[in-house]
């Protein structure tokens, strides 16, 4: 399957933010592959943004993983039972990332489905709330921190520019606008809580 190169990721992190809306995340779980289309993230930057778990260049044990080149997985533990999935970005030694907030299912459904919400019907409160949130794609997509570090542009966890890189029909186009606001859930970071470094796709209608 192609896949975006490392250089996609080696980009200013606001932007790199923006331009990884619509494309698709693929899991390798064995000979199974998960796929779904981004349709929202935030950016971190730790140059910068108090959010940003690395701000003002702290290396921990937790933000070493920022520190790596772009183009890897930072995948970290929060409220002790949710993962969060990001992407590492801009040049090695600036620690910045996307945080993946929000994915629509395009392979792998039921495999998703069942690593949601094991053998439970799929009603349409759990269908509404399916992969709309960083711990739930997390979920979904069987991340955790033993996935923490990995190579983007290798075979197990990787991003896509189409669904035809996956061999998927091309969907019925519509027409959609990025739209951008405040991070969710960064009301300690001061004023870097009011950077509008959240996007996601909304339909035009």
Known sequence: MARLPREFYDDDTVQVAQHLLGKYL???LGDTFLAGRITETEAYVGRCDKACHAYNYRRTARTETLFLGPGHAYIYLIY???HCLNFVTEPEGEPAAVLIRGVEPAAGA???RRL???DKPLTAYRLKNFLNGPGK???GFSLSRAENGLDLTGDTLFVCDSPEDL???TPVPIRERICAGPRIGV???EEARDFPWRFWLETEV
């Open 26 to 28: 693929v899991r390798r």
């Open 80 to 82: 002790g039972m949710y």
């Open 116 to 118: 949601r919400y094991g």
């Open 167 to 169: 061999g998927l029909p």
């Open 187 to 189: 009301d300690y970071a």
């Open 110 to 112: 039921e495999v998703i």
């Open 137 to 139: 794609v997390c979920q």
